[in-house]
């Protein structure tokens, strides 16, 4: 397997599978960057229902061009008709959410049931015509690429290409309403009008997913980039741009997978592939991962028992907790004996003086800014000026002295 998983990364396995992994790294651009500011909008629901709302119009504009003499699986046909109900879909999640007492979230799942339902209906009926018994339009639920063609490919790369560049144009507006709407109202934004450009974008997204991994699983393709993405950076800019990335990267290693291994399906591999690009994130990812986390929890521990261990020498009292000990031994401030070394004498003394300085600091200094900053653990320089400090310690007075034994 992997040396076919090689040609197909290198595009080597042949014409269509090389157009199917070109389509889906294009489409996970587009979708990991347009799906940035519905994660940040705090409405990863509403994908859902647009995807869904897809269903109907598949169904209707595949009927309508049987209609008018066509065979009715033109591919940019049957976007435009998707595109129509999604639109309606969108609208109506809209003016529920705004005008009615119902929830969003209530809002979302009447639509997304309804339009979905509708929409089985229809290819039920359709599956009944004489022109549509081998229609295959269930394709379209999660995704089919063994047929693509390169017309097919185009309309994706398009797509994707125009998302990318609203996003790009529209994406300080929208960083704006995403965080505080009505902040971005008193500037001068129209709210309204950016969350239905948003809308659209996660619509067009949905619409051009269809081939590829279908109305089921477009939306993970729109949600789990974004927030692997959140794991790398605080910046919305480094969160659009890399969200951008990892759909790429999902979507043409998914694809490239399937091609390797011909029984695998493309949509679900590609989610797939972007949930393991999730899962090293949440357990790797430098400054908000797991490993992150346990690290910093366990340097904590050590800087709390380092200190506790430094006063408790500071006062001459035993030292009993073992992680303290150890702590205080491979840092060299007491011996195997437990007696504090030169250097753990003078550590304790500056750490006994903090704890008398932060009690004048406290008296003196009516700032919760400056107060609220003592736990313990800070340092008194990275908070008071040398000369604040000064005169704090001629309020003290003389050295403190320290007990040599624990």
Wanted: hydrophobic share 55%; net charge positive.
């Amino acid at each position: 397997m992997w040396p076919a998983f090689l040609d197909a990364l290198l595009l080597q396995s042949g014409y269509n599978a090389a157009l199917v992994a070109v389509g889906a790294a294009l489409l996970g651009i587009a979708a990991g960057s347009g799906g940035t500011f519905l994660f940040l909008r705090k409405r990863a629901l509403v994908s859902d229902a647009v995807a869904h709302a897809t269903l109907p119009g598949v169904g209707l504009a595949f009927i309508v061009m049987v209609a008018l003499g066509g065979d009715g699986r033109d591919l940019l046909g049957l976007l435009l008709g998707s595109a129509i109900t999604a639109w309606i879909g969108l609208v109506l999640v809209e003016w529920m959410a705004r005008r009615t007492r119902l929830a969003e979230d209530a809002a979302i799942g009447a639509v997304l049931s309804v339009f979905f339902g509708f929409g089985i209906v229809l290819l039920t009926v359709i599956q009944t015509m004489s022109a549509g018994r081998q229609a295959g339009l269930e394709s379209f639920l999660l995704g089919a690429t063994a047929g693509m063609l390169f017309q097919d490919a185009v309309v994706i790369a398009v797509g994707g290409a125009l998302a990318v560049a609203t996003v790009y144009l529209l994406r300080r507006p929208m960083t704006l309403v995403a965080f505080d709407p009505d902040y971005a109202a008193a500037y001068g934004f129209n709210v309204k009008r950016i969350d239905l450009v948003m809308m659209g974008l996660v619509m067009a997204v949905t619409v051009i997913g269809l081939k590829l991994v279908g109305l089921i699983l477009v939306v993970a393709m729109l949600i789990i980039p974004p927030v692997t993405a959140r794991f790398w950076t605080d910046r919305t800019d480094g969160v659009i741009w890399i969200a951008g990335i990892l759909g790429g990267v999902s979507g043409y290693v998914g694809a490239a997978l399937s091609a390797s291994a011909p029984s695998i399906p493309t949509g679900p591999i590609i989610v797939l592939v972007c949930f393991g690009l999730f899962t090293f994130s949440i357990l790797f990812a430098p400054g908000r991962g797991v490993l992150a986390a346990v690290i910093r929890h366990q340097r904590f521990q050590v800087r709390v028992h380092r200190r506790q261990g430094l006063l408790a020498l500071a006062h001459g009292e035993p030292i009993f907790d073992p992680l303290t000990i150890t702590v205080l031994r491979r840092s060299k401030l007491i011996r195997r004996d437990r007696v504090a070394t030169e250097a753990g004498r003078a550590q304790a003394a500056k750490a006994l003086r903090d704890e008398k300085r932060w009690e004048v600091a406290r008296r003196v200094y009516h700032d919760e800014a400056i107060s609220g900053r003592y736990d313990g653990l800070t340092p008194i320089e990275t908070v008071l000026t040398p000369d604040e400090i000064a005169a704090i310690d001629r309020e003290i007075g003389g050295p403190t002295t320290v007990g040599g034994a624990v």
